[in-house]
T-cell receptor
Framework: AQKVTQAQTEISVVEKEDVTLDCVYE???????LFWYKQPPSGELVFLIR??????QNEISGRYSWNFQKSTSSFNFTITASQVVDSAVYFC????????????FGDGTTLTVKP | DVKVTQSSRYLVKRTGEKVFLECVQD?????MFWYRQDPGLGLRLIYF???????EKGDIPEGYSVSREKKERFSLILESASTNQTSMYLC?????????????FGEGSRLTVL
């Protein structure tokens, strides 16, 4: 069975602080995919990144970066110099790869960035 | 841009009523999904469809059914709504060709069953 754990239920930071959202996963599959989604107050989840199990290279996109470590089964997400617009619920998800829609989602981390 | 549109943002229904939640996508995606989102439980898959008239149960199908008569439209049906079905319902779609493709979500339908 697959499992995704986002241990941080809520995080609150002040604007310009760096913040890391943790994601730990469990799977017996050797091929799998990891995702991060952002759900702003408007409600619509937005895809941020996809990573496959064979690519442990970290990725940076602007103020966002992701650290994938198979050794610790973690796929953490860091926002550098956070902004108020980063306030949202962030979900980590794990897919076997045959159908991304059958992903197992974590419970989400609510990030609040205060001005 | 892909657009996934859910017909109602907010609904209030009474116990025992039949409820229809409609979802339409405009990018010719083969896959469509219905999830419910509850605090502390993340997103849970109710049903999905990979083609017209095709459907498969997700993790929590009990109390729900679905209909996909046209490729762009995927409906979630609560035959007899109950208070424990009060939730946020999210529709999503994806391309089947890109089997690991990301999901595109609608804005959600918040259902309250009294």
């Amino acid at each position: 069975a697959q499992k995704v754990t986002q241990a941080q239920t809520e995080i609150s930071v002040v604007e310009k602080e760096d913040v890391t959202l943790d994601c730990v996963y469990e799977t017996r599959d050797t091929t799998y995919y990891l995702f991060w989604y952002k759900q702003p107050p408007s409600g619509e989840l937005v895809f941020l990144i996809r990573r496959n199990s064979f690519d442990e290279q970290n990725e940076i996109s602007g103020r966002y970066s992701w650290n994938f470590q198979k050794s610790t089964s973690s796929f953490n997400f860091t926002i550098t110099a956070s902004q108020v617009v980063d306030s949202a619920v962030y979900f980590c998800a794990l897919s076997k790869g045959t159908n991304a829609g059958k992903s197992t989602f974590g419970d989400g981390t609510t990030l609040t960035v205060k001005p | 841009d892909v657009k996934v549109t859910q017909s109602s943002r907010y609904l209030v229904k009474r116990t025992g009523e039949k409820v229809f939640l409609e979802c339409v996508q405009d990018m010719d995606h083969e896959n469509m999904f219905w999830y419910r989102q509850d605090p502390g439980l993340g997103l849970r898959l109710i049903y999905f469809s990979y083609d017209v008239k095709m459907k498969e149960k997700g993790d929590i199908p009990e109390g729900y059914s679905v209909s996909r008569e046209k490729k762009e439209r995927f409906s979630l049906i609560l035959e007899s709504a109950s208070t424990n079905q009060t939730s946020m319902y999210l529709c999503a779609s994806s391309l089947i060709a890109e089997i690991t493709g990301e999901l595109f979500f609608g804005e959600g339908s918040r259902l309250t069953v009294l």
